[in-house]
């Protein structure tokens, strides 16, 4: 069974940092593309990054180019999302999830989440 169990989110003031953490159980890492999702209250799910494991292809949303990296530790099953410079519209929860095989960006293809994780970003 697929599992993720995210950790990391919390407060911290606009400019400040946060590493989200999504450690995977129940399935190889090496075969699936990990998406970032961040849903913010009164508004709808959106995506942030994903990677696609098997080649590294790693994809962000524009609102958080150059700021936001998402990378893999394939011995630790973790997926990381390090947030630098963050602003008080990057408050929301945030969601990692899975998909075998290829990278998409839409919340729709993937089919394996976590619980999500709360990131509040105060001004």
């Known amino acids: 069974e697929v599992q993720f169990v995210e950790s990391g989110g919390g407060l911290v003031q606009a400019g400040g940092s946060l590493r989200l953490s999504c450690a995977a159980s129940g399935f190889t890492l090496d075969d699936y593309t990990i998406g970032w999702f961040r849903q913010a209250p009164g508004k709808e799910r959106e995506g942030v990054s994903c990677?696609?494991?098997?080649?590294?292809?790693?994809i962000y949303d524009d609102s958080v180019k150059g700021r936001f990296t998402i990378s893999t530790d394939n011995a630790k099953k973790t997926v990381y999302l390090q947030m630098n410079s963050l602003k008080p519209e990057d408050t929301a929860v945030y969601y990692c999830?899975?998909?075998?095989?290829?990278?998409?960006?839409?919340?729709?293809?993937?089919?394996?989440w976590g619980q999500g994780t709360r990131v509040t970003v105060s001004s």
């Open positions: 999830a899975a998909r075998y095989s290829y990278i998409v960006t839409a919340s729709s293809g993937y089919n394996a």
């Open positions: 990677i696609m494991n098997s080649d590294g292809t790693t």
